[in-house]
């Protein structure tokens, strides 16, 4: 168990829907990061909060939007649901440097789109 | 822009062997870190090993260490003593120290490690 969690383990919803995943990093941890792990692309960077800041931005689409709250848990929102977004998306966390720290993952959020 | 490669598909070791795979980077920075990573049929990313560039001594953990060439941007994995446990996907990662690309992993494709009892 890494301390990293995320809810729901599994969604499943519509093309068009919108739907929101959400994070919640290791105790005392400072900065969350998204990634996507899909077949045909792998496993891709979406972006990074740093204590409520967004810090860097990697593959992300414009239907997709971040943010990290006070306490610092942090919810990724999908809108306008396309078939090729059905994927696993990991939080990941780290502690006040992250230029050092490692990254522990959650266990996932697995993203059906029908 | 960085890349990493894992030219190995799938590899596939006996019980109790020892199992290299393999991992190429690209990039022109010299602030770094490298990792392994594992994730198994749960899906869960699991750290394996962690290597700073800076640090010319290979990293160890258990039976897990790492041939880290840094002028050949290579960065192999050998799991010795292997386990039905280690069945897993394993990934090889890069993190930029420095410059304006810091803040994320860089992931190659993964390599699919089959253990044979």
């Known amino acids: 168990d890494s301390g990293v969690t995320q809810t729901p383990k599994h969604l499943i919803t519509a093309t068009g829907q919108r739907v929101t995943l959400r994070c919640s990093p290791r105790?005392?941890?400072?900065?969350v990061y998204w990634y996507q792990q899909s077949l045909d692309q792998g496993l891709q960077f979406l972006i990074q909060y740093y204590n409520g800041e967004e810090r860097a931005k990697g593959n992300i689409l414009e239907r997709f939007s971040a943010q990290q709250f006070p306490d610092l848990h942090s919810e990724l929102n999908l809108s306008s649901l396309e078939l090729g977004d059905s994927a696993l998306y990991f939080c990941?966390?780290?502690?006040?440097?992250?230029?050092?720290?490692?990254?522990?993952f959650g266990p996932g959020t697995r993203l059906t789109v029908l | 822009a960085q890349t990493v490669t894992q030219s190995q598909p799938e590899m596939s070791v006996q019980e109790a062997e020892t199992v290299t795979l393999s991992c190429t980077y690209d990039?022109?920075?010299?602030?770094?870190?490298l990792f392994w990573y594992k994730q198994p049929p749960s899906r869960q990313m699991i750290l394996v090993i962690r290597q700073e560039a800076y640090k010319q001594q290979n990293a160890t953990e258990n039976r897990f260490s790492v041939n880290f060439q840094k002028a050949a941007k290579s960065f192999s994995l050998k799991i010795s003593d292997s386990q039905l446990g280690d069945a897993a996907m394993y990934f090889c990662a890069y993190f930029n120290a420095g410059g304006t690309s810091y803040g994320k992993l860089t992931f190659g494709q993964g390599t699919i490690l089959t253990v044979h009892p």
């Open positions: 105790s005392g941890d400072l900065s």
């Open positions: 990039t022109s920075e010299s602030d770094y870190y």
């Open positions: 990941a966390s780290t502690g006040a440097d992250f230029i050092t720290d490692t990254q522990y």
